[in-house]
């Protein structure tokens, strides 16, 4: 008993640092949407290209696709950019939220790395609808709705091209399939 | 020189200061206000991680902080405001997480190890003082019968001692 007690500090420090060894390498962004498995918020936005046109919730469903929050303001969507040129050329389809931006930013933007989307929503500064609906903290962010619109899919960081091919390609085919 | 920088630099911390002091808000009652600064400091950004909605200067912050004014004005209850918030962005966000089995060890393990560290500095306290007691008794008030004792041990020594030394004068 004694023997044991002279060990206990020794013991306690190895408990702490596996503790805080296993700390290091967690992300505290990895984290679930709140919104994971659940229905995609109602919603009534401009289209980006065209104030006068309103988009909701009802005219995106009906097959399966991604929801890309991003601005020409955030720097990591410009280097996720070409990811989402590639899923589109594979078919799938990508809605854009344009987040916290300006109009002839985003368009500048558009013309400079090519326009990947099906359609563009537009969620100034001030606004919040969609975005704050969905929890959006940063940008990018992307989900991926199936068919009945529920989300079932979320990441919030950068679309790599790993990512593309091993997690978000097969879940985008998964829903597809799903009956 | 070095002065002018520190100063600069100092100047350059006050700016988050005079930003965050910038935002206005037409509460309807002294009592949102006061609700509206609890809940927000309930409220953890979900961008920075460690700081409440009402610190922190980030955009969903901000957000945040203009959808609970818009809340509380609509009359939302506290419970109401959190069931909002946590629909958005999760669990994440509370500061005061709930009860439940996967969260025991974050509400339980602090009082435990504090009860448990009082305990041990309790038993080796205890042990110290029963140490103390086996080898000597000097460390203790003695008891009147025992300082009758002493008190009668030391005069026999000194009458001895005073005694011998008479001798030694006397011869």
């Known amino acids: ?34 919104l994971l498995n659940k229905p995609l918020p109602e919603f009534t936005l401009p289209r980006l290209d065209n104030e006068a046109l ?23 969507c410009y280097d996720e950019h070409d990811e989402i040129l590639r899923m589109a050329q594979m078919g799938v389809p990508v809605v854009g939220l344009n987040y916290k931006d300006e109009r002839p930013k985003a368009f500048r933007y558009l013309a400079q790395l090519g326009n990947p989307y099906v359609l563009n929503l537009y969620e100034p500064d001030g606004v919040r609808a969609l975005a704050f609906d969905l929890g959006v903290y940063g940008a990018p962010e992307t989900f991926l709705i199936d068919r009945e619109g529920i989300v079932r899919y979320h990441l919030a960081g950068v679309i790599t091209p790993q990512l593309v091919d091993q997690v978000i390609m097969p879940e985008v085919r998964k829903w597809q399939n799903a009956r | 020189m070095a002065k002018r920088t520190l100063i600069l630099l100092l100047a350059l911390l006050l700016m988050g200061v005079a930003q965050a002091a910038i935002e ?51 009359g939302y209850t506290d419970q109401q405001v959190f069931e909002f918030m946590k629909a958005r962005f999760g669990e994440f966000i509370m500061y005061r997480p709930p009860v439940r089995s996967d969260t025991w060890l974050l509400w339980f393990l602090p009082p435990v190890l504090v ?22 008794t000097a460390d203790r008030p003695l008891s009147p019968s025992e300082r009758q004792l002493r008190l009668q041990q030391i005069l026999e020594l000194e009458r ?11 011869s």
């Open chain 2, 160 to 170: 001895s001692a005073s005694s011998t030394t008479n001798s030694k004068e006397s």
């Open chain 2, 24 to 74: 206005v808000y037409d509460f309807s009652s002294e009592e949102n206000r006061l609700r509206f600064q609890s809940l927000g400091g309930e409220l953890r950004c979900p961008k920075c991680e460690n700081q409440s909605i009402v610190d922190s200067n980030s955009p969903s912050a901000y957000d945040m902080r203009q959808e609970l004014f818009r809340l509380l004005e609509e």
């Open chain 1, 1 to 34: 008993m004694k023997r044991f007690l002279l060990f206990l500090p020794f013991i306690l420090f190895v408990l702490v640092g596996v503790f805080l060894y296993k700390g290091l390498s967690m992300d505290p962004a990895a984290r679930d949407s709140a």
């Open chain 1, 54 to 76: 309103l988009v909701t919730r009802d005219d995106l469903l009906g097959e399966v696709f991604l929801l890309n929050v991003w601005g020409s303001w955030c720097p990591s």
């Open chain 2, 115 to 136: 009860v448990a560290g009082l305990l041990l500095v309790f038993l080796l306290a205890r042990r110290r003082s029963d140490k103390g007691k086996d080898e000597t």
